[in-house]
Structures are given as structure tokens and as C-alpha cells.
């Protein structure tokens, strides 16, 4: 549960805002009654989630570049904040592939940068790094990763995020427990909404294909993934500063992720789509010879996250279906996306994740 006293005028600096959680987070910050500086790239296209949820309006917004540190700490500074989350990442898989140097310098001196600028910022006293299910050295067993297993992780977007995760740790060690700031690492599975259209993801990938009459193409129906709805990890990422804004002792690394049945195959997830987008919605397996290393089977242990802070996801896999199908339904008939998002993120708190 959030306190939405304490989030009222609180200073939140994101970075990362004008994509699709960053976007999510942004809307939900303001229903909470946050005041909310944005730090992130200039959106490419105007149907991205940031344009339609119309949150420009009502934050403090600075378009630049994390791996950019003097503008960074200029605008720490300037807005003073609270809080600081640090969402902006080079997040795609394959891209990371085609690019590894500019995955790594985003991933990883971006969040040099980011730690350095809150290490000038006296004001700041809790810090939240999402980083991701990726990090860990996956060895393809069929177990929930903990906390404390081995990070390593295979391609470069995942062993960025691992590196991310150690430079974190470097600099709580090094600067930030003789400050008195409290800094975590939140490590959340594949997480699905209405408004994602990153390419060479599952769920824009299905938007997409139905969106024009076709079928989905799937690379790996197998492969097992921890999927959950966006608003889960949001509102585990604003407990877990604000407990720690209180208590330097909750600060640490979170898995956040589904309870264990809602790790599911691939294959099942878009079926699962299909079936709730209706109007003969169909997939089809895409073979692809000498593709990309991805891992077959990931899910997370999320006792910790669970015990330390007594949450436990909302939404299942069915729900979760359910509400990105309503989201991107609504989107395709031109309907007022902000009230859609408002009405869910309204919804979800009164599923269990409320204020």
C-alpha cells in the first residue's frame, strides 16, 4: 500500500519519464499529488505514451541525455528533489545486439551519472535503480532467481543492468550509507500495459499484427517469462521509497515479479491476447535460424520484497490481459486515453494496490 499523504508535494525526480513505465509512472505520481520533474530523451514519435496521457502539462520536463552529466546535475540541482527513480535504459534486447556500445554506456554510465548527480544533491534521501529480471547468470533451471544469486547476465542490455547493479552497490558502499541516503535496486520482470509500443516486444508486437488484420508472429512460444501488468512494479517501486526515505534499514535489492502460476509460456500469454481482442485474432510461430541468444526460462523468488514490505502482486495474467486489451482497444478508437489510464490506475488500487 502507498500513503498518498506522504507522496502529496513530495519532489520526484524520474529519469526516464517519456517512456512507456516512465510515462505510467508520471500519471500515477500525479493522482498521488507529487510534484514531478522528468529527465529523459525526447520522445521519436508523437503517438508514444508520454504525448497521449497528456502528463507534459503538469510536471517539470527537461529533455536530455543521462550519459550527459553536467546537464543531468544541473537539473538535479535546480529541482531539488526528494526522491530520485531512474528508469531510463536502453531496454531492448535485440537492439542491444545490434548496439552494445551504445546499450553499455547508457545502462552503465547513465547510472554512474545519475549517482554522481544525487551525490551533489543534499536534499535527495531515497534512490530507486530499476534495473531488471535480467541480471542474474541464467542457467536455464527451473527455479525463482533470489536476490543474492550470481549476476551475470548473457547479452549486453541484461549485463549492462548487472553492471548497473554493481556500480549501485559500489556507490552505496563507497558514499551513500556515510550520507544517510538510502539507495535500492528493483529487479521487476516483463511487465505489459496499454501504451507500450517498444518494437521486438510480445505485446506491441501483437497490438501491431492485430491492429492491421494479421497474424502475430512469435519467436519463442515456449519460453517462460515473468510477466505482470506495469502498475505492479510502480506502486512496489513508491513503497519502497518511501519506506526507505524513512528507514535507511529497508534500502536493498527487490525481485518484483508475479506469483509463481503467472509465470507462463509465451505461446499461452498471446493466446490469451487473442482470445480477449476477439474478431479472429490468431498467431503463428516464427522460426529463426541462428537468432539472438534469449533465455528459455526465467522467473523470480520474490519472498524478500514480499516479507519485508507484507505486498503481494494485484493483477494476475488474467487481469492484466484483460486491462492492456481494454487499453490498446481504446487507443484504436480514438478514445481519451488520460481518463482510460486514470480509470485503471483507480481500478488497480481498488484490486488491493490502494492508497
Given at each position: 500500500?502507498?500513503e498518498?499523504?506522504?507522496?502529496?508535494?513530495?519532489?520526484?525526480?524520474?529519469?526516464?519519464?517519456?517512456?512507456?513505465?516512465?510515462?505510467?509512472?508520471?500519471?500515477?505520481?500525479?493522482?498521488?499529488?507529487?510534484?514531478?520533474?522528468?529527465y529523459?530523451?525526447?520522445?521519436?514519435?508523437?503517438?508514444?505514451?508520454?504525448?497521449?496521457?497528456?502528463?507534459?502539462?503538469?510536471?517539470e520536463?527537461?529533455?536530455?541525455?543521462?550519459?550527459?552529466?553536467?546537464?543531468?546535475?544541473?537539473c538535479?540541482?535546480?529541482?531539488?528533489?526528494?526522491?530520485?527513480?531512474?528508469?531510463?535504459?536502453?531496454?531492448?534486447?535485440?537492439e542491444?545486439?545490434?548496439?552494445?556500445?551504445?546499450?553499455?554506456?547508457?545502462?552503465?554510465?547513465?547510472?554512474?551519472n545519475?549517482?554522481?548527480?544525487v551525490?551533489?544533491?543534499?536534499?535527495?534521501?531515497?534512490?530507486?535503480?530499476?534495473?531488471?529480471?535480467?541480471?542474474?547468470?541464467?542457467?536455464?533451471?527451473?527455479?525463482?532467481?533470489?536476490?543474492?544469486?550470481?549476476?551475470?547476465?548473457?547479452?549486453?542490455?541484461?549485463?549492462?543492468?548487472?553492471?548497473?547493479?554493481?556500480?549501485?552497490?559500489?556507490?552505496?558502499?563507497?558514499?551513500?550509507?556515510?550520507?544517510?541516503v538510502?539507495?535500492?535496486?528493483?529487479?521487476a520482470?516483463?511487465?505489459?500495459?496499454?501504451?507500450?509500443?517498444?518494437p521486438?516486444?510480445?505485446?506491441?508486437?501483437?497490438?501491431r499484427?492485430v491492429?492491421?488484420?494479421?497474424?502475430?508472429?512469435?519467436?519463442?512460444?515456449?519460453?517462460?517469462?515473468?510477466?505482470q501488468?506495469?502498475l505492479?512494479?510502480?506502486?512496489?517501486?513508491?513503497?519502497?521509497?518511501?519506506?526507505?526515505?524513512?528507514?535507511?534499514?529497508?534500502?536493498?535489492?527487490?525481485?518484483?515479479g508475479?506469483?509463481?502460476?503467472?509465470?507462463?509460456?509465451?505461446?499461452?500469454?498471446?493466446?490469451m491476447?487473442?482470445?480477449?481482442?476477439?474478431?479472429?485474432?490468431?498467431w503463428?510461430?516464427?522460426?529463426i535460424?541462428?537468432?539472438?541468444?534469449?533465455?528459455?526460462?526465467l522467473?523470480?523468488d520474490?519472498?524478500?520484497?514480499k516479507?519485508?514490505?507484507?505486498?503481494s502482486?494485484?493483477?494476475?495474467?488474467?487481469?492484466?490481459?484483460?486491462?492492456?486489451?481494454?487499453?490498446?482497444?481504446?487507443?484504436?478508437?480514438?478514445?481519451?486515453?488520460p481518463?482510460c489510464?486514470?480509470?485503471?490506475?483507480?481500478?488497480?488500487?481498488?484490486?488491493?494496490?490502494?492508497?
Amino acid at each position: 500500500m502507498i500513503e498518498k499523504e506522504f507522496y502529496r508535494n513530495r519532489k520526484v525526480f524520474i529519469t526516464g519519464h517519456t517512456g512507456f513505465k516512465g510515462s505510467w509512472m508520471c500519471k500515477l505520481l500525479l493522482q498521488l499529488g507529487a510534484k514531478v520533474y522528468g529527465y529523459s530523451l525526447e520522445p521519436q514519435e508523437d503517438k508514444l505514451l508520454f504525448g497521449l496521457s497528456k502528463v507534459q502539462k503538469n510536471i517539470e520536463n527537461t529533455y536530455g541525455d543521462i550519459r550527459d552529466l553536467e546537464k543531468l546535475t544541473k537539473c538535479i540541482k535546480k529541482f531539488d528533489p526528494d526522491i530520485v527513480i531512474h528508469m531510463a535504459a536502453q531496454p531492448i534486447v535485440l537492439e542491444s545486439y545490434k548496439d552494445p556500445v551504445n546499450t553499455y554506456s547508457t545502462n552503465v554510465m547513465g547510472t554512474v551519472n545519475v549517482l554522481e548527480a544525487v551525490r551533489q544533491c543534499e536534499n535527495v534521501k531515497s534512490v530507486v535503480n530499476v534495473t531488471t529480471d535480467k541480471v542474474y547468470k541464467n542457467i536455464e533451471l527451473q527455479k525463482g532467481y533470489k536476490e543474492d544469486d550470481e549476476l551475470n547476465g548473457l547479452d549486453p542490455y541484461s549485463n549492462s543492468k548487472s553492471c548497473s547493479e554493481l556500480v549501485t552497490s559500489s556507490y552505496v558502499n563507497s558514499f551513500f550509507k556515510e550520507l544517510g541516503v538510502a539507495v535500492s535496486t528493483c529487479r521487476a520482470g516483463n511487465v505489459l500495459g496499454g501504451g507500450d509500443f517498444s518494437p521486438n516486444r510480445i505485446i506491441p508486437d501483437c497490438y501491431r499484427a492485430v491492429s492491421t488484420g494479421q497474424d502475430i508472429v512469435v519467436r519463442n512460444p515456449e519460453s517462460v517469462r515473468p510477466y505482470q501488468h506495469v502498475l505492479d512494479p510502480l506502486f512496489v517501486y513508491l513503497q519502497i521509497a518511501h519506506l526507505q526515505y524513512e528507514n535507511l534499514e529497508c534500502a536493498g535489492a527487490y525481485n518484483i515479479g508475479p506469483n509463481i502460476e503467472d509465470n507462463i509460456k509465451t505461446g499461452r500469454l498471446v493466446k490469451m491476447f487473442c482470445d480477449e481482442w476477439g474478431d479472429g485474432a490468431n498467431w503463428k510461430e516464427q522460426v529463426i535460424k541462428n537468432a539472438p541468444h534469449e533465455a528459455n526460462y526465467l522467473y523470480l523468488d520474490c519472498t524478500k520484497v514480499k516479507n519485508t514490505f507484507n505486498w503481494s502482486p494485484v493483477w494476475g495474467i488474467k487481469q492484466t490481459i484483460e486491462n492492456t486489451v481494454k487499453w490498446y482497444k481504446s487507443y484504436s478508437k480514438n478514445e481519451n486515453i488520460p481518463k482510460c489510464m486514470e480509470e485503471q490506475i483507480q481500478l488497480f488500487m481498488g484490486d488491493g494496490g490502494r492508497v
